[in-house]
Nanobody, 124 residues
Framework: QVQLVESGGGLVQAGGSLRLSCVAS????????MGWFRQAPGKEREFVVAISWSGGSTYYADSVKGRFTISRDNAKNTVYLQMNSLKPEDTAVYYC?????????????????WGQGTQVTVSS
């Protein structure tokens, strides 16, 4: 079992930045691809970004390319999401997820473990 805990969410003005963290416990993340998804009120959960187990490959949703950056520190069992130039439409609960042995998927059903989420609110 892998337990994932997100942190770093909050309220920020449009144009601002936040850095989300996802810390894993229970097992090392070194064999897991990691993804970030988000869900806005009244909308389905959507893919944001993913990173392969090695960190060598990353995949971004078009809506966040050039603004968001995913990274990982396997020694710390932690994945980060740096979010810059935030927009009101980025407002959502952000979830991290772990996919065993994967390369980083955009499909939520391919992930094995999920965190509880952290709220990000961007005011205009």
């Amino acid at each position: 079992q892998v337990q994932l805990v997100e942190s770093g969410g909050g309220l920020v003005q449009a144009g601002g930045s936040l850095r989300l963290s996802c810390v894993a416990s229970g097992r090392t993340l070194s064999r897991y691809a990691m993804g970030w998804f988000r869900q806005a009120p009244g909308k389905e959960r959507e893919f944001v970004v993913a990173i392969s187990w090695s960190g060598g490959s990353t995949y971004y949703a078009d809506s966040v390319k050039g603004r968001f950056t995913i990274s990982r520190d396997n020694a710390k069992n932690t994945v980060y999401l740096q979010m810059n130039s935030l927009k009101p439409e980025d407002t959502a609960v952000y979830y991290c997820a772990a996919e065993f042995g994967g390369d980083g998927s955009m499909k939520s059903d391919e992930y094995d473990y999920w965190g509880q989420g952290t709220q990000v609110t961007v005011s205009s």
